[in-house]
């Protein structure tokens, strides 16, 4: 037996057609590994922004919350200024609330005769930094790609932006406690069926809020990790508790 002849076949390497194999198996394995990496950062994109969308929007809604349901403190109505809590031409309400806070505040500033002031901070609302927080409009502003929650403070400090990436907010007027059911989606993103129907703003002494959230599209369809749009729906019930409201 030629010893150099059998040494030489036990060192041949891989076959052209092995490689090609072994390569195309590669480069398979490496587009799916790829595909799944894009898939987890899209899913991994669209969480962070669902959970940062959803906190603030959660923080507005308390926000809002809480100073409406203190609106006409204070006051001989209920503190929602009509005229200017309306629909805008893109569907979303926009509220006004006035409250005098500060009426027992033995600090603030009070009124008396020939003061030249019309309204003091004390026994009305009109005096600014005073009446911070007295005359409050929450609205929503369009911005690029998204909307804004902001509240307008006329009397203590202007605008502020309290969320992003909103879809739509609606606010319901009643005159009691209502149930409701939601419904959300392309179509609709919004409370349905109340058990009551709403009433004119001025005599309205129960309120729900519904803040939708919107997530735009991540990737694009039929691509790898493609995430569709989403909306989320917040409500928030809301008892005037200055108008007199006996059912909770």
């Known amino acids: 037996m030629n010893k150099e002849s059998t040494a030489s076949k036990c060192q041949a390497g891989f076959s052209l ?21 894009a898939q987890s950062m899209n899913i991994r994109t669209r969480n962070n922004e669902k959970v940062d969308a ?25 503190g929602i200024v009509d005229a200017d809590s309306v629909t805008d031409a893109n569907g979303n309400s926009t509220i006004r609330i006035r ?30 930094t005073e009446d911070a927080g007295e005359d409050v409009k929450y609205f929503v502003y369009p911005a ?19 969320a992003n990436r909103l879809d739509s907010l609606h606010i319901h007027y009643f005159a009691d406690k ?34 939708c959230v919107r997530q735009s599209a991540v990737g694009a369809p039929g691509s790898p990790g493609y995430q569709p749009e989403s909306r989320v729906l917040l409500v928030s019930d809301v ?10």
Not at 54 to 78: C, K, P, Y
Not at 144 to 162: E, F, K, P, Q
């Open 178 to 211: 209502v149930t409701y059911s939601t419904v959300t989606g392309p179509t609709g993103c919004d409370i349905t069926g109340a058990s009551a129907g709403e009433v004119a703003k001025t005599a309205a002494k129960y309120l729900v809020i519904a803040v």
């Open 17 to 37: 057609i092995e490689m090609i194999i072994a390569m195309a198996i590669t480069i398979m394995i490496t587009a799916v590994a790829g595909s799944l990496l």
């Open 99 to 128: 409250s005098n806070r500060n009426q027992f505040n033995t600090t603030a500033n009070p009124w008396y005769v020939g003061s030249g002031v019309s309204s003091e901070a004390q026994t009305g609302i009109g005096r600014a």
């Open 144 to 162: 690029s790609n998204t909307n804004l929650l902001a509240r307008y403070d006329r009397y203590g400090g202007g605008s502020t932006v309290l």
């Open 239 to 248: 008892a005037l508790r200055n108008s007199n409201l006996t059912t909770y």
């Open 54 to 78: 959803i906190a603030d929007a959660q923080r507005a809604l308390n926000i809002m919350s809480r100073e409406i349901a203190d609106t006409g403190f204070n006051l001989n109505d209920n």
